[in-house]
């Protein structure tokens, strides 16, 4: 969760032009914790709050690293002031796991399915075509998933 904003905090260069989106992603958060969640597991009852989060991330980590649109000065203050998840994006970096959703479901323990999460299996090895992990909800980031067809306007570097 971001922070409590004082009036103290120095916002970087290039802060308005991204504010607007951070705020949209912080009120569909707001929105998803205050959801009554009705008839649905616990634990599907948080997994709104990870795609958000993981959404929010992503935004950031785009814009810095593959658009190039935002300063490390301004980069850094998103992950100090927790709008993006540092964690996460540090794996992102790394082969295999581009598209990884949440930190939980790459712990090698408490898997139905051997040493992984069920959406860590690429598509094409699992028996299941459509599938939602217990864990966030997703529905499949092996980076292998992703590498053909829509994603050939990102370049990678
Ligand atoms: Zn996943
Ligand atoms: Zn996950």
């Not at 904003?5 to 705020?23: F, H, M, Q």
């Not at 927790?82 to 992102?92: C, E, P, Q």
């Not at 959703?101 to 299941?128: A, S, Y």
Request: aromatic content about 10%; proline content about 4%.
């Amino acid at each position: 969760m971001p922070k409590i904003k004082t009036n103290r905090v120095k916002y970087p260069e290039g802060w308005e032009l991204i504010e607007p989106t951070l705020r949209g992603f912080e009120a569909k958060m707001r929105e998803a914790e205050n959801d009554p969640h009705d008839g649905k597991r616990k634990c599907e009852a948080l997994w709104p709050i990870f795609r958000i989060a993981n959404q929010r991330s992503r935004y950031i980590f785009d814009l810095y690293y593959r658009r190039k649109e935002i300063s490390k000065e301004l980069y850094e203050f998103c992950l100090d002031q927790d709008y993006a998840d540092r964690n996460l994006i540090a794996k992102w970096k790394k082969s295999g796991y581009e598209r990884l959703c949440c930190l939980r479901c790459m712990q090698p323990r408490d898997h139905n399915f051997g040493t992984t999460c069920v959406c860590r299996v690429p598509k094409n090895l699992r028996e299941e075509k459509v599938i939602e992990c217990v864990h966030c909800g997703c529905r499949g980031c092996a980076s292998g998933d992703f590498s053909s067809s829509k994603q050939d306007d990102e370049d990678e570097d």
